[in-house]
Protein backbone atom coordinates (compact mmCIF):
# COMPACT_ATOMS: atom_id res chain seq x y z
CA UNK A 1 0.00 0.00 0.00
CA UNK A 2 2.68 2.38 0.95
CA UNK A 3 5.01 2.13 -2.38
CA UNK A 4 1.28 2.23 -4.25
CA UNK A 5 0.88 5.89 -2.31
CA UNK A 6 4.67 6.65 -3.26
CA UNK A 7 4.44 6.17 -6.69
CA UNK A 8 0.96 8.14 -6.98
CA UNK A 9 2.53 10.67 -5.42
CA UNK A 10 5.63 10.75 -7.74
CA UNK A 11 3.70 10.14 -10.79
CA UNK A 12 1.74 13.52 -9.73
CA UNK A 13 4.98 15.41 -9.44
CA UNK A 14 5.98 14.36 -12.86
CA UNK A 15 2.99 15.03 -14.69
CA UNK A 16 2.86 18.74 -12.84
CA UNK A 17 6.53 19.46 -14.09
CA UNK A 18 5.60 17.92 -17.35
CA UNK A 19 2.55 20.00 -17.64
CA UNK A 20 4.03 23.39 -15.59
CA UNK A 21 6.61 23.05 -18.77
CA UNK A 22 4.57 22.89 -21.67
CA UNK A 23 2.72 25.82 -20.28
CA UNK A 24 5.15 28.02 -19.46
CA UNK A 25 6.74 27.14 -23.06
CA UNK A 26 3.52 27.96 -24.51
CA UNK A 27 2.89 31.60 -22.69
CA UNK A 28 6.62 32.34 -23.02
CA UNK A 29 6.27 31.54 -27.01
CA UNK A 30 2.41 33.14 -27.49
CA UNK A 31 4.19 36.49 -25.99
CA UNK A 32 7.28 36.62 -28.09
CA UNK A 33 5.37 35.98 -31.37
CA UNK A 34 2.39 38.50 -31.17
CA UNK A 35 2.97 41.66 -32.64
CA UNK A 36 2.06 44.57 -30.35
CA UNK A 37 0.79 47.88 -30.93
CA UNK A 38 3.08 50.31 -32.23
CA UNK A 39 5.43 47.10 -33.86
CA UNK A 40 6.65 47.96 -37.16
CA UNK A 41 4.58 45.38 -39.74
CA UNK A 42 6.34 43.07 -41.56
CA UNK A 43 6.82 43.71 -45.24
CA UNK A 44 6.13 40.82 -47.85
CA UNK A 45 5.66 41.01 -50.84
CA UNK A 46 3.33 38.25 -52.92
CA UNK A 47 2.11 37.34 -56.36
CA UNK A 48 -1.55 38.48 -56.72
CA UNK A 49 -4.54 36.99 -58.54
CA UNK A 50 -3.77 39.47 -61.59
CA UNK A 51 -0.18 38.01 -61.62
CA UNK A 52 1.25 41.70 -60.53
CA UNK A 53 3.72 41.34 -57.46
CA UNK A 54 2.38 43.26 -54.09
CA UNK A 55 4.01 44.52 -51.16
CA UNK A 56 3.30 45.64 -48.30
CA UNK A 57 5.81 48.78 -48.00
CA UNK A 58 4.11 50.03 -51.82
CA UNK A 59 1.11 51.25 -49.48
CA UNK A 60 3.07 53.41 -46.25
CA UNK A 61 0.99 56.28 -45.68
CA UNK A 62 -1.73 54.96 -46.16
CA UNK A 63 -4.20 52.71 -43.75
CA UNK A 64 -3.85 48.70 -44.39
CA UNK A 65 -6.02 46.01 -43.74
CA UNK A 66 -4.15 42.46 -43.82
CA UNK A 67 -6.77 40.13 -43.87
CA UNK A 68 -5.51 36.11 -44.19
CA UNK A 69 -8.27 33.85 -45.40
CA UNK A 70 -8.94 30.95 -47.36
CA UNK A 71 -12.04 29.51 -49.75
CA UNK A 72 -12.54 26.76 -47.46
CA UNK A 73 -12.80 28.63 -44.26
CA UNK A 74 -16.67 29.82 -43.09
CA UNK A 75 -15.81 32.98 -41.12
CA UNK A 76 -13.50 34.05 -44.07
CA UNK A 77 -16.58 33.34 -46.46
CA UNK A 78 -18.74 35.17 -44.15
CA UNK A 79 -16.93 38.19 -43.55
CA UNK A 80 -15.65 38.89 -47.39
CA UNK A 81 -19.31 41.01 -48.43
CA UNK A 82 -18.34 43.21 -45.64
CA UNK A 83 -15.08 43.62 -46.31
CA UNK A 84 -15.68 44.64 -50.10
CA UNK A 85 -18.40 46.73 -48.71
CA UNK A 86 -16.19 48.56 -46.37
CA UNK A 87 -13.36 48.83 -49.16
CA UNK A 88 -15.61 50.67 -51.39
CA UNK A 89 -16.70 53.15 -48.61
CA UNK A 90 -13.17 53.82 -47.03
CA UNK A 91 -9.94 55.13 -47.93
CA UNK A 92 -8.50 51.97 -46.30
CA UNK A 93 -6.21 49.42 -48.52
CA UNK A 94 -7.26 45.85 -48.06
CA UNK A 95 -4.82 43.26 -48.88
CA UNK A 96 -6.79 39.97 -48.87
CA UNK A 97 -4.16 37.16 -47.90
CA UNK A 98 -5.58 33.79 -49.49
CA UNK A 99 -3.47 31.40 -48.00
CA UNK A 100 -3.15 29.54 -50.92
CA UNK A 101 -1.01 26.46 -49.94
CA UNK A 102 -4.50 24.89 -47.92
CA UNK A 103 -6.56 25.63 -51.42
CA UNK A 104 -7.33 22.97 -53.90
CA UNK A 105 -6.25 25.58 -56.31
CA UNK A 106 -5.69 28.91 -57.57
CA UNK A 107 -8.62 28.85 -59.76
CA UNK A 108 -11.03 27.92 -56.87
CA UNK A 109 -9.77 30.90 -55.82
CA UNK A 110 -10.67 32.87 -58.59
CA UNK A 111 -13.66 31.53 -58.84
CA UNK A 112 -14.36 32.40 -55.58
CA UNK A 113 -13.58 36.05 -55.61
CA UNK A 114 -15.56 36.13 -58.97
CA UNK A 115 -18.74 34.81 -57.61
CA UNK A 116 -17.97 37.47 -54.51
CA UNK A 117 -17.22 40.29 -56.97
CA UNK A 118 -14.43 41.25 -54.81
CA UNK A 119 -12.74 44.36 -55.91
CA UNK A 120 -9.60 44.47 -53.56
CA UNK A 121 -6.24 42.59 -53.77
CA UNK A 122 -6.08 39.24 -53.43
CA UNK A 123 -2.83 37.81 -52.78
CA UNK A 124 -1.53 34.44 -52.92
CA UNK A 125 0.51 33.54 -49.73
CA UNK A 126 1.77 29.98 -51.66
CA UNK A 127 4.05 28.99 -48.91
CA UNK A 128 2.62 30.30 -45.89
CA UNK A 129 5.61 33.06 -45.48
CA UNK A 130 3.52 36.10 -44.78
CA UNK A 131 1.23 34.26 -42.52
CA UNK A 132 4.10 32.90 -40.27
CA UNK A 133 5.71 36.54 -40.35
CA UNK A 134 2.05 37.62 -38.75
CA UNK A 135 2.54 34.31 -36.69
CA UNK A 136 -1.33 33.74 -38.02
CA UNK A 137 -2.98 30.84 -36.70
CA UNK A 138 -6.58 30.61 -36.79
CA UNK A 139 -8.19 32.12 -39.86
CA UNK A 140 -9.36 34.59 -40.30
CA UNK A 141 -7.17 37.14 -39.09
CA UNK A 142 -6.69 41.14 -40.01
CA UNK A 143 -3.99 43.48 -38.88
CA UNK A 144 -4.59 47.00 -39.42
CA UNK A 145 -1.43 48.97 -40.09
CA UNK A 146 -1.76 52.42 -39.74
CA UNK A 147 0.07 55.45 -41.98
CA UNK A 148 3.07 54.94 -40.09
CA UNK A 149 3.32 51.01 -41.07
CA UNK A 150 2.79 50.38 -37.20
CA UNK A 151 0.54 47.42 -36.36
CA UNK A 152 -2.36 48.99 -34.67
CA UNK A 153 -4.77 46.47 -34.03
CA UNK A 154 -5.12 42.23 -34.51
CA UNK A 155 -8.42 40.83 -34.78
CA UNK A 156 -8.27 36.99 -34.69
CA UNK A 157 -12.01 35.66 -36.03
CA UNK A 158 -14.29 37.57 -38.65
CA UNK A 159 -15.51 40.84 -38.81
CA UNK A 160 -18.24 42.96 -39.63
CA UNK A 161 -18.33 46.03 -41.45
CA UNK A 162 -19.15 48.38 -38.28
CA UNK A 163 -15.91 46.50 -36.32
CA UNK A 164 -14.10 47.64 -39.54
CA UNK A 165 -15.32 50.92 -39.14
CA UNK A 166 -14.28 51.16 -35.72
CA UNK A 167 -11.18 50.16 -35.94
CA UNK A 168 -10.04 52.17 -39.03
CA UNK A 169 -11.08 55.50 -37.03
CA UNK A 170 -9.01 54.82 -34.46
CA UNK A 171 -6.28 54.65 -37.07
Keep these: MRAKLVLFIVTGFVLWGIVDSVTSETSATDETNQLEQTDLAPDFTLDSLTGEKVSLSDFKGMPVMINFWATWCPPCRAEMPDMESFYQETDVV ?3 VNQTGSESSVE ?9 GLTFPIL ?7 A ?3 NVQPLP ?13 VQV ?3 N ?9 EL
Design 94 to 96: ILA
Design 108 to 116: AVESFTEEL
Design 124 to 130: LDEKGEA
Design 132 to 134: ALY
Design 141 to 153: TSVFVNREGEVHH
Design 157 to 159: GAM
Design 161 to 169: KEMMSRVLE
